[in-house]
């Protein structure tokens, strides 16, 4: 069990992540959602105690990490991939870390052959892949046979096998009751892996559900309408506003929201527009992920523009980041 | 599980929580650890190799080369004549190498990146600190005694025949040959605290050598007053007080005794560490 109370975290002028909040749960994948420079990798480095938090604390069992008594054993973590001494070997780098906490010297050669590094596990690990870094790094994180496991990007730089297999090992530590936490910033893999979704933009928290009502809330439908020609396009769409549906853009085609297919076909057979596709659509949810940070990564680059107002007039008309 | 709940929740538990040891991580775990580090990088062997041949070599070059010259010698000189010293000058150009595996005990750790898992398996910074100090005083230590008795046996083996040679018994000698070790050894430990405060490597290299190389040329270029003043108090100076019988023989201005001086070196090394260990506990990882 993990849980955020508060956290919040400034470097120099920067706020990295501000007053979050969330619970991870354990026997369950949760997802750590947001793009790029959202904060996921700083909230990982003060769940650790690694930074110092300017307010707030996690709790890793009802404990901060610094009063873990065997941290290893209580917590794993992926947090960088080729965090390793490029001349050390991987079983001495993972020797190293098991002596700390009186790991038998047995579990390091069970955990390399768990990653598939047994071949390599005497080779200085400077000749390592990112691939093969990520998997050392997992090693580790193992090591202890920790009942908490936190994951920082684990799939960068793997291989679709590597992928699946990474999915697979996730899926199988939360069935075995273990709290796993896993940041990335694709969507679309934690929908494939994750059960919950912690979701933040610029350091704030913006959702935190089930990943199926996270689907379920923010997967757009809308139906996708093409006309032959662009005078028709024009009578139908004022048809269709009058009738109070919405119409956006969509790659040439209009996408209508508000009304269903067969609501839009009868409607286009009344005003006697002919049409080449009419096809209910549902926006991925890497679509959805997007909408959803949209705002914070926007709200961002405008914090980092300073000449930004001379050169837009309406750039006073800032949208606010979402906040839930 | 002999004893199955009617009515158990579906979702998963962890059955068997992994049996935890009694107690918490230790100094003891923080030592085998550090030593399982050391020992598995090159740059460690190389380092030392570096400190042994440097030591060895430049004693055995400058024994070599009074010897033959002793016949040409006045007597000024030959009464001021330091075998001691003469045959432990190489640790002059050795502390530079165990200098500089000072500051990667703990500067590679933050260019790696394996900082953040060192703190990870042992929070408490100033245990993991105390670990490295703790391993390198010991290696450092060892090393430091062996090439020290190794450059005064070679050193007095060659002048022997040609100059008056040193023995052990002979007052303050061995304090010497001892101080040679103890002199290497501290000054890799103010290295490590240098390490620990600045954290990367070409910065902290840098400042090591500019303490021991760059400033005693900026006073040995200062007026005679200052100079004299301020030049017992330079890390070179202890060194050469240290490995030196007849004081005077190597340095030119007035020095502390060679006890002093030790413990002017152990406060620099102190303060290193202290600050160090400070910035440790306090800094971001």
């Known amino acids: 069990m993990i849980e955020a109370r508060g956290l919040t975290k400034h470097y120099g002028d920067t706020t990295a992540v501000s007053d979050l909040s969330f619970d991870v749960r354990p026997g369950l994948v949760t997802g750590f959602l947001g793009p790029n420079g959202s904060g996921k990798s700083t909230t990982m480095r003060l769940t650790m105690g690694l930074d110092r938090p300017d307010a707030g604390r996690v709790l890793l069992n009802g404990r901060v990490y610094h009063d873990l008594r065997w941290p290893l054993r209580e917590v794993g973590a992926l947090l960088e991939a080729r965090a390793i001494h490029p001349g050390r070997s991987a079983f001495d780098h993972l020797l190293a870390l098991a002596q700390t906490n009186d790991i038998p010297r047995a579990r390091v050669s069970a955990v390399l052959d768990q990653v598939g590094l047994s071949a390599v596990a005497h080779k200085r690990a400077g000749k390592f892949s990112l691939g093969m870094g990520q998997r050392l790094g997992i090693a580790g994180a193992l090591l202890g046979d920790p009942g908490v496991l936190l994951f920082d990007e684990p799939i960068n730089g793997l291989d679709p096998e590597g992928i699946r297999w990474v999915r697979h090992l996730l899926r199988g530590l939360a069935a075995e009751g273990r709290t796993v936490f896993v940041s990335s910033h694709l969507m679309s893999e934690m929908a494939l892996t994750a059960d919950r979704l912690v979701v933040i933009g610029r350091g704030r928290l913006i959702a935190e559900m089930p990943v199926a009502e996270f689907i379920a809330c923010h997967s757009r439908q809308f139906v996708r309408v093409r006309t032959s020609k662009t005078t028709e396009l024009t009578r139908l769409t004022d048809a269709l506003a009058d009738a109070g549906a919405t119409v956006v853009d969509d790659d040439g085609a209009m996408g209508v929201t508000g009304m269903t297919a067969a609501d839009i076909g009868e409607l286009a057979a009344s005003v006697g527009v002919t049409l080449h596709e009419l096809s209910p659509q549902t926006a991925s949810l890497e679509d959805a992920f997007m909408e959803l940070t949209r705002d914070s990564v926007e709200f961002h680059v405008h914090d980092d523009t300073d000449d930004d107002q001379a050169l837009a007039p309406g750039g006073g008309d800032r949208r606010a980041p979402v906040k839930r | ?285």
């Open chain 2, 1 to 285: 599980m002999s004893v199955v709940t009617a009515g158990a929740p579906q979702c998963p538990v962890h059955a068997a929580p992994p049996a935890m040891p009694a107690g918490h991580y230790s100094f003891a775990g923080a030592l085998r650890s550090e030593w399982t580090k050391l020992r598995s990088v090159r740059s460690t062997t190389w380092s030392l190799v570096a400190t042994a041949v440097l030591t060895i070599a430049i004693g055995i070059l400058a024994t070599g080369t009074e010897a033959p010259r002793w016949a040409h010698t006045d007597l000024g000189d030959r009464l001021a004549f330091d075998p001691t010293s003469l045959s432990l000058a190489g640790f002059l150009f050795g502390q530079l190498a165990i200098g500089v595996l000072g500051v990667l005990v703990v500067s590679a750790e933050y260019s790696t990146g394996t900082i953040r898992a060192t703190f990870g398996a042992i929070p408490h910074r100033i245990l993991v600190l105390a670990a490295k100090v703790a391993v390198f005083t010991g290696v450092a230590f060892v090393l430091g005694e062996i090439l020290s008795f190794a450059s005064f046996f070679t050193g007095q083996a060659i002048l022997s025949g040609s100059t008056p040679t040193a023995a052990l018994g002979q007052p303050g000698v061995l304090r010497a040959v001892v101080g040679g070790g103890l002199f290497l050894t501290v000054l890799g430990l103010f290295a490590l605290g240098l390490g620990t405060i600045v954290r990367h490597s070409a910065g902290a290299i840098t400042a090591f050598v500019a303490i021991f190389f760059v400033i005693p040329l900026i006073v040995e270029a200062l007026p005679s007053a200052i100079k004299d003043a301020a030049g017992k108090y330079l890390p070179d100076n202890i060194g050469a007080t240290m490995t030196t019988v007849k004081q005077g023989f190597r340095t030119d201005v007035p020095t502390f005794s060679p006890w002093v001086s030790f413990g002017l070196l152990c406060a620099y090394a102190a303060a290193a560490l202290i600050i160090g260990g400070v910035l440790l506990a306090r800094r971001d990882a």
